[in-house]
């Protein structure tokens, strides 16, 4: 289900129907300011990062997390993925094994993650991360959990996408934010905002003056995998958050866009949409392609059939988030 106009207003103008919602968006502050409030976190004995996010959907977490592994293998650590599974059937704890769990089962996003290190799958974290310390972890990697109390954290850092922005600025469901921002901030250590740099100078400009920690800016980066988008003819079909990012990316590319479908976030990949969707690309004379994310709950039979755009996640000036890093270790 698709998030509604209104949450993505300006501040200044929320619109009827967020003022008319907003005593519930405040009720629903004042339940997650309580539960956060009566937790009794876990200290497990190695640092514990989170990448987390105010808004509800997706705002780059993922290209986040596996940005920050590679960051803290190049520091000589062994990093453990915890993640809650979103989709996925299994409680956990469990180590993900790409060879022998699937999407269904664990996930979409924790088996992408896969791929770059070790992950577990847990809905209660704070067993994951016990988890994730007992099988030698240096560190623990927290895949969201800002507004979780059962894992203390060393370092939180809050992810946002740049073009959304805070939306409205308002809770759940007079607008997308899971806790009022000022409460976000109280308890983080860095803001990371992802997008192209127009998105960036309006994101600073709106909400530049909320922002009290250091923030960082990113953008997502294609990676050169030799394959020659330019003049391509695609059907593209994304299940992400954002899946308007995805196709913004591919027009950048060069690609011929002749169709793009919209699925909502970690949508089921069936039979019956796969079906669909090869055969409009067929009579479009058009080349299926999706995120990374999405074709990691491809059948088998269709993994050939569908290109894969892998996209990374560039910070130009990490020095702030490095040395928050090294301090964990120090």
Same mark, same amino acid.
């Given at each position: 289900?698709r ?5 993505n207003?300006p501040?200044?103008?929320p ?14 502050a004042a339940?997650?300011a ?16 989170c990448?987390g996010?105010?808004? +509800?959907?997706?705002?780059? &977490?993922?290209? %986040?997390?596996?940005a #920050?592994?590679?960051? !803290?293998?190049? *520091? ?23 060879r022998?769990?699937g ?5 979409d996003e924790?088996?992408?993650?896969a ?16 988890s ?8 623990v990697?927290m ?12 370092l ?10 805070f ?13 009022p ?22 994101? +600073?400009r709106?909400w530049? &003056?909320q922002? %009290?920690?250091?923030? #960082?800016?990113?953008? !997502?980066?294609? *990676? ?7 003049g ?20 950048e590319?060069?690609?011929?866009l002749?169709?793009t479908?919209?699925?909502?976030d ?19 004379r058009?080349?299926l ?10 059948p ?29 270790f120090?």
């Amino acid at each position: 289900m698709r998030p509604p106009a209104f949450w993505n207003a300006p501040p200044d103008k929320p619109g009827v129907w967020s003022q008319l919602l907003s005593p519930l968006g405040a009720l629903y502050a004042a339940l997650t300011a309580r539960r956060l409030a009566k937790g009794r976190p876990i200290h497990v004995r190695v640092p514990v990062i989170c990448v987390g996010n105010v808004n +509800a959907g997706g705002t780059g &977490k993922t290209p %986040t997390v596996i940005a #920050l592994m590679q960051m !803290l293998n190049d *520091l000589g650590k062994t990093v453990h993925v915890v993640s809650r599974g979103y989709g996925g059937s299994l409680e956990g704890p469990v180590q993900v094994d790409p060879r022998n769990h699937g999407a269904a089962q664990v996930g979409d996003e924790p088996l992408l993650l896969a791929a770059f290190g070790k992950v577990w799958v847990a809905k209660d974290r704070a067993q994951g991360a016990l988890s994730a310390e007992l099988a030698g972890a240096d560190v623990v990697l927290m895949d969201d959990g800002l507004q979780n109390p059962g894992v203390a954290k060393d370092l939180s850092l809050i992810v946002v996408d740049a073009s959304q922005g805070f939306g409205n600025g308002r809770c759940i469901p007079a607008g997308p934010l899971r806790e009022p921002v000022a409460a976000a901030m109280a308890r983080a250590d860095l803001v990371l905002s992802i997008g192209p740099e127009d998105t960036q100078t309006q994101f +600073a400009r709106t909400w530049d &003056k909320q922002i %009290t920690l250091p923030h #960082l800016s990113g953008y !997502l980066l294609p *990676l050169q995998t030799g394959m020659d988008w330019e003049g391509l003819r695609c059907l593209a079909f994304a299940g992400i958050g954002h899946p308007e990012k995805f196709f913004r990316t591919l027009r950048e590319l060069g690609t011929e866009l002749v169709e793009t479908r919209a699925l909502e976030d970690h949508q089921p990949l069936t039979q019956a949409l796969l079906t669909r969707l090869e055969k409009d690309a067929q009579t479009a004379r058009a080349q299926l392609v999706t995120t990374e994310k999405d074709a990691v709950r491809l059948p088998q039979s269709y993994r050939m059939k569908v290109l894969t755009v892998p996209v990374r996640l560039v910070i130009p000036d990490n020095a702030v988030l490095k040395q928050a890093l090294n301090a964990l270790f120090d």
